[in-house]
């Protein structure tokens, strides 16, 4: 289906793509994916309006790109996707500030953080991962109605195979707080609602993907312990004999192809690994999407439990 794989780099799988005329809203777009998901995208002549919670590191992202590309179209908006204050002010300011959006690439993520609460109360991983981010599509769902050929990209993980929502308890009040099973949860999330979008605005031509990007380093490990680290790469490594580091330019690839490939027109709600869609697995350690991820009627319990919780509701 893709002639792009593994390997492919950035770079490589928007070659042929023009995104002149294109505006695209990346978040986390001050560090590793998402920085390069940035650079490519304005490389390729989009406007791209990158999202951080803090402005001197999103001011060295946009220095660092415009090293090579001096007339990149780059603006920035300050948003913590761990305050929905914070949320509403930053996107009620970009509905001011810009016309439309036609790619929303919900990329911002924390990974095995200690038992943290945002500032609304919710766990860190699943406050930060998830419902934050769908709070903020919400609010910028007029914008990206704006747009045309609209696509949303959420970041997951093959960490997803750590861990399902737990509907009864996802702030972990109750069971003991576990950090994988935590970003596992985050991650799961991330592709129900994937398929929750998909099953409400396929209609009007806005569709919605799920990415895991592959194994790179990034900022992401920052929370772990060397124990912690050491204990991830034997589970990595026993589970998958030939694992590799990405670089971050093959890394940010398959969000690039899933926001722009011709052959995903119209075919969202999928989950994409390697610049291909994956196979529903429930047993492989080392590729596929989890049939629990995408099961329609969790996203949909999912969806009503993220609009209680954060208050957000999408227009309909
Ligand atoms: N790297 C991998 O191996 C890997 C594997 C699977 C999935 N992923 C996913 O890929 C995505 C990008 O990760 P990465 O590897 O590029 O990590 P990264 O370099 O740590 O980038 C994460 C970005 O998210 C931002 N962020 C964190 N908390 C935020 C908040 N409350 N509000 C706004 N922004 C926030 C960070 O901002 P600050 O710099 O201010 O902290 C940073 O810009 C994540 O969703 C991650 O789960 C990565």
């Given at each position: 289906?893709?002639?792009?794989?593994?390997?492919?780099?950035?770079?490589?799988?928007?070659?042929?793509?023009?995104?002149?005329?294109?505006?695209?809203?990346i978040?986390?777009a001050?560090?590793?994916?998402?920085?390069?998901?940035a650079?490519?995208?304005?490389?390729?002549?989009?406007?791209v309006i990158m999202a951080?919670?803090?402005?001197?590191?999103l001011?060295?992202?946009?220095?660092?790109?415009?090293?090579?590309?001096?007339?990149?179209?780059l603006?920035t908006?300050?948003?913590?996707?761990?305050?929905?204050?914070?949320?509403?002010?930053?996107?009620?300011?970009?509905?001011?500030?810009?016309?439309?959006?036609?790619?929303?690439?919900?990329?911002?993520?924390?990974?095995?953080?200690?038992?943290?609460?945002?500032?609304?109360?919710?766990?860190?991983?699943?406050?930060?991962?998830?419902?934050?981010?769908?709070?903020?599509?919400?609010?910028?769902?007029?914008?990206?109605?704006?747009?045309?050929?609209?696509?949303?990209?959420?970041?997951?993980?093959?960490?997803?195979?750590?861990?399902?929502?737990?509907?009864?308890?996802?702030?972990?009040?109750?069971?003991?707080?576990?950090?994988?099973?935590?970003?596992?949860?985050?991650?799961?999330?991330?592709?129900?609602?994937?398929?929750?979008?998909?099953?409400?605005?396929?209609?009007?031509?806005?569709?919605?993907?799920?990415?895991?990007?592959?194994?790179?380093?990034?900022?992401?490990?920052?929370?772990?312990?060397?124990?912690?680290?050491?204990?991830?790469?034997?589970?990595?490594?026993?589970?998958?004999?030939?694992?590799?580091?990405?670089?971050?330019?093959?890394?940010?690839?398959?969000?690039?192809?899933?926001?722009?490939?011709?052959?995903?027109?119209?075919?969202?709600?999928?989950?994409?690994?390697?610049?291909?869609?994956?196979?529903?697995?429930?047993?492989?350690?080392?590729?596929?999407?989890?049939?629990?991820?995408?099961?329609?009627?969790?996203?949909?319990?999912?969806?009503?439990?993220?609009?209680?919780?954060?208050?957000?509701?999408?227009?309909?």
């Amino acid at each position: 289906m893709s002639e792009f794989g593994w390997a492919s780099t950035t770079d490589e799988v928007l070659a042929e793509i023009d995104l002149s005329g294109r505006t695209v809203f990346i978040t986390g777009a001050n560090s590793g994916l998402g920085q390069e998901t940035a650079r490519a995208m304005a490389a390729r002549g989009a406007h791209v309006i990158m999202a951080g919670r803090d402005q001197e590191k999103l001011d060295a992202s946009v220095a660092a790109i415009r090293t090579d590309q001096p007339q990149a179209a780059l603006d920035t908006i300050t948003l913590d996707l761990g305050s929905l204050e914070s949320i509403r002010a930053a996107t009620s300011r970009a509905r001011q500030r810009f016309d439309k959006i036609d790619l929303l690439i919900n990329n911002a993520g924390v990974m095995a953080t200690p038992f943290l609460h945002t500032a609304d109360g919710f766990e860190m991983q699943f406050g930060t991962n998830h419902l934050g981010h769908f709070a903020m599509t919400a609010e910028l769902m007029p914008l990206i109605e704006r747009g045309s050929a609209q696509r949303i990209v959420n970041l997951s993980s093959r960490g997803h195979f750590m861990g399902q929502v737990d509907f009864a308890d996802p702030h972990f009040a109750r069971r003991p707080y576990d950090p994988w099973a935590a970003y596992g949860q985050s991650k799961t999330a991330n592709v129900l609602f994937t398929v929750g979008l998909e099953a409400r605005y396929a209609v009007l031509g806005i569709h919605a993907y799920a990415v895991h990007p592959g194994g790179i380093e990034t900022n992401l490990g920052r929370h772990m312990t060397p124990e912690m680290r050491e204990g991830l790469m034997k589970r990595v490594t026993s589970s998958d004999g030939g694992f590799q580091w990405k670089t971050i330019p093959q890394g940010a690839a398959t969000t690039c192809w899933a926001a722009t490939a011709p052959e995903l027109e119209g075919k969202g709600g999928v989950y994409c690994e390697d610049c291909h869609v994956a196979s529903v697995d429930d047993e492989s350690s080392t590729a596929g999407v989890r049939s629990y991820a995408l099961n329609p009627s969790h996203a949909d319990q999912l969806w009503k439990l993220s609009e209680d919780q954060t208050g957000a509701k999408f227009p309909s």
